[in-house]
T-cell receptor
Framework: DVKVTQSSRYLVKRTGEKVFLECVQD?????MFWYRQDPGLGLRLIYF???????EKGDIPEGYSVSREKKERFSLILESASTNQTSMYLCASSLPGQGFGSGANVLTFGAGSRLTVL | RKEVEQDPGPFNVPEGATVAFNCTYSNSASQSFFWYRQDCRKEPKLLMSVYSSGNEDGRFTAQLNRASQYISLLIRDSKLSDSATYLCVVWDPGFQKLVFGTGTRLLVSP
């Protein structure tokens, strides 16, 4: 089974702090994603990466940055945390390609990191 | 109109009941379709992909209706353990991304 591991399950930070959320996958997946999930809004894509050192903005990248120095690791950074970034953060990975039936676009999620910013 | 829409529920059903959820999508060019299951305070997990011809996995049946742009999930003989939120997910080729619905909550009671 693919395992996606998020380093912190629960974090409490103060406004203005820098926050690092780490995500590691062990199945050599090219694609990695960061989402946040909020009640009534569903999952929203923050950033994604299809390769090492590559990153693309998702739907809500403002206030976030990412780093992918190694294939298995994708980090989400909140440069200066704010209260509206209190949320559940989910990392996911998938196989490359977009062809249906190839396993592409099937996401495996980590257990999530619940961040509270005071 | 939202790209992917689901009835948030909750759907309250007794054990053994049959329940069905629908999910509509706005982009007619959408290709891949999926149902994910998310337990309370847990991560989403793939339940099943949805094929054009419809597909079945045990008590779960997924259907795709391209003409009306919706997918459905049918659960037969509901179990207590089926209580969860079911997320509809669609691959949007225009934006080259997966789009998630906000989920339908199912509560199965004894």
């Amino acid at each position: 089974d693919v395992k996606v591991t998020q380093s912190s399950r629960y974090l409490v930070k103060r406004t203005g702090e820098k926050v690092f959320l780490e995500c590691v996958q062990d199945m050599d997946h090219e694609n990695m994603f960061w989402y946040r999930q909020d009640p009534g809004l569903g999952l929203r894509l923050i950033y994604f990466s299809y390769d090492v050192k590559m990153k693309e903005k998702g739907d809500i990248p403002e206030g976030y940055s990412v780093s992918r120095e190694k294939k298995e690791r994708f980090s989400l950074i909140l440069e200066s945390a704010s209260t509206n970034q209190t949320s559940m953060y989910l990392c996911a990975s998938s196989l490359p390609g977009q062809g249906f039936g190839s396993g592409a676009n099937v996401l495996t999620f980590g257990a999530g990191s619940r961040l509270t910013v005071l | 109109r939202k790209e992917v829409e689901q009835d948030p529920g909750p759907f309250n059903v007794p054990e053994g009941a049959t329940v069905a959820f629908n999910c509509t999508y706005s982009n007619s060019a959408s290709q891949s379709f999926f149902w994910y299951r998310q337990d309370c305070r847990k991560e989403p997990k793939l339940l099943m992909s949805v094929y054009s011809s419809g597909n079945e996995d045990g008590r779960f049946t997924a259907q795709l209706n391209r003409a009306s742009q919706y997918i459905s999930l049918l659960i037969r003989d509901s179990k207590l353990s089926d209580s969860a939120t079911y997320l509809c997910v669609v691959w949007d080729p225009g934006f080259q991304k997966l789009v998630f619905g906000t989920g339908t909550r199912l509560l199965v009671s004894p």
